[in-house]
């Protein structure tokens, strides 16, 4: 097979294996090629050490950083490459890393530390393959399976069981059966990683497209780093709304709205908080009266666990905050919205409620759909028209609310939003005569 690979790599190979040493790319970009999608970054294994690799780049760009694990950075064409002597690693006394790192003569002993076949395929310049653990045939299979035994590989490194999942999120890649059994029964070593090596794979996960049936799967392995989730995952709700468990409709809005982080977290914790409020009436309905508040505050302390940034954490808490909210198809109210929220905190809003909304019971949700719909339509031309939302659309300020008489202090900003409230509503227009002559009024 022929494949694209950037002059740097090739120069790269070309280097090594002239001074005599073997040089491969290996893992992720393999992987990518044989998928036949473009890889996003190079690494290449050798058997030169890492002082013999830096040898053979004299006075060419590098990076040590990586150099106690073996890895010499080479930048070449603008593209930075890890070039990584062959190595194994030492046993994982904390499943977080290993106690040291061992160079090793073969590029066999590399391939075999690696995660799952996939990322264990070795490729050299002239096209040969190295491919000892059958990683091609899985590719073609669209099988993730890990090198070596399963068990034992989860339990040297536990990130592993995330970057599983965030595989077969990505890929859509079916999980092999033992490995699948190694995930579930060694789900805990999770507890010993990180939160926010977690936090990166969970990401991705949830941004692949086939997130919701990793998320159908595998709500145990989610669950011993969020253990709020399970009582959600075990939810029974009998309302005429919903066809499905709390689980299974959360699995289906995740579906539903688009694969960005902040849309995906909402949607994943927009009922998080159900549970808690659960009541059944006379009839066995039941009923969640304010979950929104409580799934907003849950939310809250399960990313800061995780260690998202603050900004994350806030855009998503407002999501599962408001996901409920009534708001009246006017464009008064769209405005007061727009205002309160932000245009893209509000457009994320609808897309949060649309989603929710696909997954309840499809016959109950058509008109729904059709006025979030509607909106969307009317708040996009709101945004467009350059129409007054907020205090700085509004046309007069705080110098003017002064120079009208009012004291500098609060009352200026009362004054404002008393006027900003009024334009919104539609009361009054936004016009700065209009606005001004009123001001004198006062
Ligand atoms: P991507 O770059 O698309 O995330 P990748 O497979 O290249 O995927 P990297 O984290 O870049 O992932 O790792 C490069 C290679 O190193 C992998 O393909 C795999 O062979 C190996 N590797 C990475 N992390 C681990 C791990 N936790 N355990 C074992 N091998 C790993
Ligand atoms: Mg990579």
């Known amino acids: 097979m022929n494949f694209e690979i950037p002059s740097g790599a090739e120069y790269i190979l070309k280097t090594l294996t002239g001074a005599g040493y073997e040089a491969w790319l290996v893992g992720g970009c393999v992987r990518d090629l044989l998928r036949g999608v473009p890889p996003h970054d190079w690494d290449i294994c050798t058997s030169a050490r890492p002082e013999e690799t830096e040898a053979c780049f004299a006075g060419r760009r590098i990076i040590e950083a990586g150099l106690q694990h073996g890895t010499v950075t080479i930048l070449e064409g603008g593209e930075a490459y890890e070039v990584t002597t062959y190595r194994t690693e030492g046993p994982y006394s904390d499943s977080r890393r290993p106690d040291y790192v061992r160079f090793v003569a073969s590029l066999e002993a590399d391939l075999a530390r690696r995660d799952f076949t996939m990322n264990a395929i070795a490729l050299g310049l ?3 393959i190295r491919d000892p653990f059958g990683g091609e045939k899985d590719i073609r299979a669209g099988l993730l399976r890990c090198v070596g035994d399963p068990a034992q590989r989860f339990q040297e490194d536990g990130l592993r069981v995330m970057r599983a999942l965030r595989f077969g999120a990505v890929f859509g890649c079916q999980v092999e059966e033992k490995t699948a059994r190694a995930i579930h029964e060694n789900r805990h070593v999770l507890e010993h990683v990180a939160a926010e090596r977690i936090n990166v794979e969970l990401c991705r996960l ?15 392995v989610l669950c011993v780093f969020w253990p709020e989730l399970e009582p959600l995952v075990a939810l029974e709700q009998n309302t005429p709304w919903h ?13 539903a709205v688009p694969a960005q982080t902040v849309l995906r977290l909402a949607v994943l914790l927009h ?17 969640f009266y304010g979950h929104p508040a409580v799934s907003a505050e849950l939310a809250k302390g399960m990313l800061r666990a995780l260690k998202f940034d603050n900004e994350t954490r806030k855009q998503v808490v407002t999501l599962v905050e408001y996901h409920d909210v009534q708001i009246p198809l006017r464009e ?3 405005r007061r919205w727009l205002g309160r929220l932000g245009p893209e905190r509000f457009f994320q809003l609808l897309a949060v409620k649309r989603a929710d909304a696909m997954g309840q019971a499809y016959e ?3 008109g729904r759909l059709a006025e979030l719909e509607e909106m969307r339509a009317l708040a996009e031309k709101i945004v467009a028209q350059g129409q007054c939302f907020s205090l700085k659309d509004l046309a007069v300020n705080g110098r003017d609310v002064i120079a009208a008489g009012i004291a500098p202090g609060p009352e200026v900003g009362r004054v404002l939003s008393g006027l900003l409230e009024r334009v919104v509503s539609g009361e009054l227009p936004n016009q700065r005569e209009r606005l001004l002559a009123l001001l004198r009024d006062l």
Request: charged share 30%.
């Open 243 to 255: 066809c499905w468990g709390g689980w299974e409709h959360t699995i289906h809005a995740v579906e």
């Open 364 to 366: 109950k949700v058509q």
């Open 332 to 334: 008064s109210s769209i």
């Open 206 to 220: 949830l941004e692949g497209e086939q997130a919701g049936e990793i998320l159908r799967q595998y709500p145990d």
């Open 271 to 287: 009922d998080i908080g159900k549970p808690g409020c659960k009541t059944t009436d006379e009839n066995g309905i039941d009923h």
């Open 126 to 128: 002239d096209g040969d």
